[in-house]
């Protein structure tokens, strides 16, 4: 892989890591959202679903 494709995959990620954490602090500051690790979570699960589709796209 490229630098500048490890350089998107870095930046994706910390882009990821804020938007958990986010997420995270949201609903632990408002419980009535929901429970924090499963909104917390879900969030990565979406964010890791989207870093592979990127990474096997970069890779054909």
Do not use: N
């Amino acid at each position: 892989m490229s630098t500048l494709v490890l350089l998107v995959i870095l930046l994706l990620g910390l882009v990821g890591l804020m938007l958990v954490g986010a997420l995270a602090y949201a609903v632990h500051r408002r419980p009535s959202l929901s429970q924090p690790m499963t909104v917390a979570l879900t969030g990565a699960g979406a964010f890791v679903a989207v870093i592979a589709v990127i990474v096997t796209v970069g890779g054909r």
